[in-house]
């Protein structure tokens, strides 16, 4: 073989090295990319399994799982599902009210609750200050006041809806002319309250559960004088904890506090023959929190007087403010609700009085009695921090106060006051088994309660009101003869229940319109489009 032909030979197994390798290479690369392609489409279908999986599985539970009626957590009702029609889908509140029920009824709702309160303890603090514990729960997007709770018949009331009455035991109120009767007063004698009860009823004894609350007595303390913490070291908030007492935080807005002025004006456009008054009150935040939390936007004295300036000189601005004002040493606010006690109502009830030329009743003719054990309205909205657990160790006491003038009541499903839809209610109640103690003043939050007493002067007056007024209506039952009271967020202004508010103002032939609210209605747009949608 001459050299040539091997030089030849060599190139030639080069080529095919060369060629095998390529194509091994080729095969290797195949093989790899089948691999990571194989890899990858497992990644993916995992990922898909393990988002729609859950998923179809909560639903199920949420479509075919029965609902919870009752969060023990929160101590509160929770909320069921909406009647679907065609006029509430368009028209109406459907969407927020489902909203509002599927948060309530989430599976598994109060363990991640309890998971959530947890994580919180990484990030929320308490912040030192010179005299009190300041601690910022949440920025409330909700308006709390949107709720309102009613007693059903027969369920929550250990007295049953038996009636109170007044020291005047002669005086007797005929049943309706159809023959149907109320049921008999309830003359049980309860102590007294002191004139500056604690509200913190702190005492080692006490004891708290998630089913029930009970307390034992202890002796009464003056309060502190008020003392604002440091602001400086707080940040802004709509809920906020000082010391044991929880407060919501009112921020202005002049545009919707205009049109619920302007709206107060339309009640008197269109009720001329009714003298129409206006109460605003402020709430515990106006007092007890710190400067940066009562002044500025947040001041509800500003607030206030700003709201009664847009009103026409025909409506009746009582000025609550001052006189509740002369008694912040007193147990005028709960601490754990954010309702003020039937103590701060009272003094409402006496600017009401000085505002329409009434004389009011002093505190000491009025027969009282307390009832133990209430942890309100902000523990259930902060249950999910776990700073709340100040407001479930020191609950409040109700301290309420019997009217004195004998009376009846009857509660009603609509404005149609249908006897067959009808039931007994109660102004005050001397026990409340439900965990919400705030019930026991005219039986909650319900579409409409009509009080007929033995004044005997003629007077009418109809209240519109959220759950502030609840406390403050028993006082008018020594002023007037009949008074209806109306939760205008009982009505929906488009289907049933249904209320045109002149017309029944009209047919009931009814002297005075009282509506009460509070800072936190008077600057929210929802509210005040409900109060719109009962004069439309």
Not at 191 to 219: A, F, H
Request: proline content about 5%; charged content about 25%; overall charge negative.
């Amino acid at each position: 073989m001459t050299k040539k032909q091997t030089n030849s030979n060599e190139n030639e197994l080069d080529i095919d090295s060369i060629t095998g390798n390529i194509h091994q290479a080729e095969n290797s690369e195949t093989t790899v990319h089948s691999s990571a392609s194989k890899g990858n489409n497992i990644k993916y279908i995992s990922i898909i399994i393990l988002f729609f999986v859950p998923l179809f599985v909560f639903g199920a539970i949420s479509v075919f799982g029965t609902d919870p009626t009752v969060s023990l957590r929160e101590k509160r009702t929770l909320k069921t599902m909406p009647d679907l029609s065609l006029n509430e889908l368009f028209f109406g509140d459907f969407n927020l009210k489902f909203e509002e029920y599927y948060s309530d009824t989430f599976p598994y709702r109060d363990a991640l609750m309890a998971v959530n309160t947890e994580l919180n303890r990484l990030y929320y603090i308490t912040l030192p200050s010179s005299d009190n514990d300041v601690t910022l729960l949440i920025h409330k997007e909700d308006d709390i006041a949107m709720g309102g709770e009613a007693l059903l018949p027969g369920t929550d009331s250990e007295e049953a809806f038996s009636e109170t009455s007044g020291n005047d035991s002669e005086v007797k109120i005929e049943p309706d002319a159809d023959g149907s009767d109320y049921t008999e007063p309830d003359n049980t004698n309860d102590s007294s309250v002191p004139s500056s009860p604690s509200p913190s009823g702190q005492n080692s004894e006490t004891k708290t559960s998630d089913e029930d609350i009970e307390i034992e007595n202890t002796p009464f303390e003056p309060l502190p004088e008020l003392e604002a913490p440091d602001a400086a070291d707080l940040r802004t908030g709509s809920i906020i904890i000082v010391g044991d007492r929880a407060m919501e935080i009112a921020n202005a807005n002049e545009q919707i506090m205009k049109t619920y002025a302007e709206t107060v004006n339309l009640y008197g456009e269109k009720m001329p023959e009714s003298r129409i008054i206006c109460l605003v009150t402020p709430n515990a935040g106006e007092f007890y929190s710190p400067k940066e939390f009562h002044s500025g936007t947040h001041s509800q004295k500003q607030m206030i007087e700003a709201t009664y300036a847009y009103m026409n000189e025909s409506i009746v601005t009582v000025d609550a403010y001052s006189e509740i004002r002369k008694h912040t040493d007193e147990y005028i606010f709960f601490r754990t609700d954010h309702h003020w006690t039937q103590r701060g109502a009272y003094y409402a009830y006496v600017a009401f009085c000085k505002s329409l030329d009434l004389e009011p009743f002093s505190l000491d003719e009025f027969e009282t009695g307390t009832i133990e054990g209430f942890v309100g309205s902000m523990y259930s909205f902060t249950a999910n921090y776990p700073q709340s657990s100040v407001l479930k160790e020191n609950p409040d006491t109700v301290h309420y106060y019997r009217p004195i003038r004998s009376f009846k009541s009857r509660i009603y499903t609509d404005a149609r006051m249908d006897e067959s839809t009808a039931y007994n209610g109660y102004v005050i109640a001397s026990k409340v088994s439900n965990n919400n103690k705030y019930l026991a003043f005219i039986s909650g939050d319900t579409p409409l309660m009509h009080i007929r007493t033995d004044v005997g002067n003629g007077k009418k007056i109809a209240v519109i009101k959220e759950s502030y007024g609840n406390a403050f209506v028993p006082f008018l039952v020594n002023h007037y003869e009949e008074i209806f009271v109306i939760d205008p967020r009982k009505y929906s202004g488009d289907g049933t229940p249904d209320l045109y508010l002149p017309s029944f103002i009209d047919e009931h032939s009814i002297d005075d319109v009282l509506i009460i609210d509070y800072p936190l209605v008077v600057s929210s747009q929802r509210y005040v489009g409900i109060l719109q949608n009962i004069i439309r």
